[in-house]
């Protein structure tokens, strides 16, 4: 178990996916997604294996829930700076996502 003070150092946060692209050197398949969080964090990138279930022409212009705050991992030769959230469902990755339109850089809690 954690504590209340450990879950609330997560800073998850929505953004609004701007561009989708095949991360080539991932040694699974992966996309590089850019994500914009708003004026406050701003265009961030992240490698995610998403491939199963999304392709990058569907994922465009959709909102998607991140964890903004963890230290950034080389994934491949791009530099991961949020990692993006799902669920890890026996049809693959399910992208965690607002039900509704929000603001880019809303506050998950």
């Avoid at 504590?3 to 946060?13: A, G, I, P, S």
């Avoid at 992966?30 to 708003?38: H, M, N, R, T």
């Avoid at 963890?70 to 669920?87: N, W």
């Amino acid at each position: 178990m954690i504590e209340l003070e450990d879950f609330e150092k997560v800073e998850m946060r929505a953004g609004t996916v701007l561009e989708v692209t095949e991360n080539k050197k991932s040694r699974n398949p992966a996309y590089v997604v850019k994500i914009d969080f708003g004026e406050e964090i701003g265009i961030k990138k992240s490698s995610a294996q998403i491939t199963k279930l999304y392709k990058p022409e569907d994922l465009v212009g959709t909102q998607i829930i991140c964890c903004v705050n963890l230290s950034p991992i080389h994934i491949g030769s791009v530099k991961s700076e949020v990692r993006i959230l799902g669920t890890d469902s026996e049809q693959g990755v399910v992208l965690l996502r607002p039900s509704e339109p929000v603001k880019n850089g809303d506050k998950v809690f």
